[in-house]
T-cell receptor, first 116, second 116 residues
Framework: NAGVTQTPKFRILKIGQSMTLQCTQD?????MYWYRQDPGMGLKLIYY???????DKGEVPNGYNVSRSTTEDFPLRLELAAPSQTSVYFC???????????????FGDGTRLSIL | AQTVTQSQPEMSVQEAETVTLSCTYDTSENNYYLFWYKQPPSRQMILVIRQEAYKQQNATENRFSVNFQKAAKSFSLKISDSQLGDTAMYFC?????????????FGEGTQLTVNP
């Protein structure tokens, strides 16, 4: 059981380049999330999705886009990379029944992204 | 908006001793969940313990326990019989139980070092 898988693990980009961070989960979770973690800080929510075809902004969405065409995949796209987007990016997923019993999130191992 | 504050950037403890990590939060909600996550140098986010706000009993998981003071909005983590493998960054996190999306709000973390 792989859980939440993120690729790549490391990447260096030049300013203005674009890339997609991949995230896939095999737990049939309906909710998925993208966080970023800046050095010495906690995680901040970028975008989240409550199901296929539904996405919504989190706390720090500027400069990013997401899509959720399938339950399993939730890619994060950077269109015009900027130095301020240098960070570690975490994808997470959870299963919600909608009955108020929220389940803990399962995290991927993160992608370290440097923009120079 | 909810906020989570961890006032101890760094802490250290001797192996086999007990240590308590502090966390306070601010919310106007009545239905919520609190979590402690551990992030070792491997960068994984590992769930340590969770607490439902409607439960008065403090959660425990083996050597880990919490002191949940709802009126004071305090949620501290106690680690008993500390082990070298407990060395990690510890994050306190809040989840609003009233909204969909189960988004987590993280504190800035406490770096715990267990010394031999």
């Amino acid at each position: 059981n792989a859980g939440v898988t993120q690729t790549p693990k490391f990447r260096i980009l030049k300013i203005g380049q674009s890339m997609t961070l991949q995230c896939t989960q095999d737990m049939n979770h309906n909710y998925m999330y993208w966080y970023r973690q800046d050095p010495g800080m906690g995680l901040k929510l970028i975008y989240y999705s409550v199901g296929a075809g539904i996405t919504d902004k989190g706390e720090v969405p500027n400069g990013y886009n997401v899509s959720r065409s399938t339950t399993e995949d939730f890619p994060l796209r950077l269109e015009l990379a900027a130095p301020s987007q240098t960070s570690v990016y975490f994808c997470a997923s959870s299963y919600e029944t909608g009955e108020g019993l929220n389940q803990p999130q399962h995290f991927g191992d993160g992608t370290r992204l440097s923009i120079l | 908006a909810q906020t989570v504050t961890q006032s101890q950037p760094e802490m250290s403890v001797q192996e086999a001793e007990t240590v308590t990590l502090s966390c306070t939060y601010d919310t106007s909600e009545n239905n919520y969940y609190l979590f402690w996550y551990k992030q070792p140098p491997s960068r994984q986010m590992i769930l340590v313990i969770r607490q439902e706000a409607y439960k008065q009993q403090n959660a425990t998981e083996n050597r880990f326990s919490v002191n949940f003071q709802k009126a004071a909005k305090s949620f501290s983590l106690k680690i008993s019989d500390s082990q070298l493998g407990d060395t990690a960054m510890y994050f306190c996190a809040f989840m609003n139980g009233e909204t969909s999306g189960s988004r987590l709000t993280f504190g800035e973390g406490t770096q715990l070092t267990v010394n031999p």
